[in-house]
């Protein structure tokens, strides 16, 4: 290979290596970030998952600063990125009784409303918390469901606005907390599995949208505008924080782990796939086109349950919801 090869493909890896060490320092600084920024922590994982390959490709470079880049980019994903993926804790039971809870997008243009049921069914979760919940999705519910979830709390939307609660177990209180205009309602109930009492919060933040304008006829991002989905956590945290005792938080937050608005979430309360799931539970999109592109795969996760109190994880699992863009994600809890 030539030196000038040599010298450039160096110099390339050095850079990859240190862009990935400024963002992760920079993340964990919590430095303000540029729009940009923040753009680039939504999809910070795929960006840099070369950096795993690149050591393959030492015998080819023979360079020595060139393996020494590459390995350092393949130590810093894998410590990053890698690590996560092993649950934190041991799936090995306690004694006692358990709780299963689920967590579900259903999509707003779902029409296999029986296959949602069904899954439901099969799933067999204590508590059910459902997003963009239509009124044929109900009536699903009410003709599958009503024996195995004879507590229900359920309204519809037309958009992303639907939101709908099912339990096995008695709701001592129930409430639908309206926001302001164009932003989806958030579900807070308390609830008596056996031997304990459960606050239940059912949650669906807006997203984010890139600002675009036109330059020679192409669209061109100028910014990423976030603050709808950071307003939507803040009033989400603001809640959590007034709850005492054993708390579950679940739904869509439309944010991935990397992103600023996953940091807001009070410390006391446990990501609940991070603490008992084995994987990088990606849960969005699901058969469904991204950016022009059906992936057979999804990208991102969006699809929460966290838990505060005396409540533990034992095992957290996603699974596909026939007809949704989302996988959802189950949860069992000691």
């Known amino acids: 290979m030539h030196s000038w090869i040599t ?62 880049a590459t390995a350092c980019g393949a130590l810093l994903f894998a410590g990053h990125y890698l690590l996560p993926m092993i649950p934190r804790r041991s799936a090995a039971r306690a004694a006692g009784p358990d709780l299963k809870v689920m967590s579900a997008n259903l999509l707003k243009r779902n029409a296999n409303a029986d296959g949602i049921a069904e899954t439901i ?13 239509r009124p044929e999705h109900i009536r699903a519910i009410e003709r599958h469901l009503a024996t195995l979830y004879p507590y229900r709390d359920l309204h519809p939307g037309e958009d992303c606005e639907g ?3 099912l339990s096995r177990y008695p709701f001592l209180s129930i409430g639908l907390r309206e926001g302001e205009p164009g932003t989806n309602p958030t579900q807070v109930a308390r609830v008596r599995p056996p031997e304990r009492e459960a606050w239940i919060v059912n949650v669906h933040t807006r997203i984010p949208r890139f600002r675009m304008r036109r330059i020679a006829g192409l669209p061109i991002p100028y910014d990423y505008d976030t603050s709808e989905r950071r307003a939507d956590v803040e009033d989400i945290v603001r809640l959590l924080e007034g709850l005492q005792g054993d708390a579950l938080l679940l739904g869509d937050l439309n944010t991935t782990p990397e992103c600023l608005e996953y940091r807001l979430i009070p410390r006391r309360w446990q990501d609940a796939y991070r603490v008992a799931g084995w994987g990088l539970g990606l849960s969005f999109p699901v058969k469904a086109p991204f950016l022009g592109l059906r992936l057979p795969f999804p990208l991102f996760r969006l699809d929460y349950i966290f838990y505060a109190g005396s409540m533990r994880a034992l095992r957290a699992r996603m699974g596909t919801m026939p007809g949704s863009d989302h996988r959802y994600l189950t949860v069992e809890l000691h």
């Open 121 to 133: 069914a099969a799933e067999r979760p204590d508590v059910v918390a459902l997003q963009e919940l």
């Open 7 to 68: 010298t450039t493909l160096t110099c390339l890896a050095w850079l990859y290596a240190s862009a990935l060490g400024g963002y992760l320092l920079w993340k964990r600084l919590n430095l303000p970030r540029p729009w940009w920024l923040g753009a680039l922590s939504t999809i910070s994982f795929w960006v840099f998952l070369p950096a795993l390959a690149l050591p393959l490709t030492i015998p080819l470079v023979g360079s020595l600063s060139y393996g020494l």
């Open 163 to 165: 939101m709908g609660l």
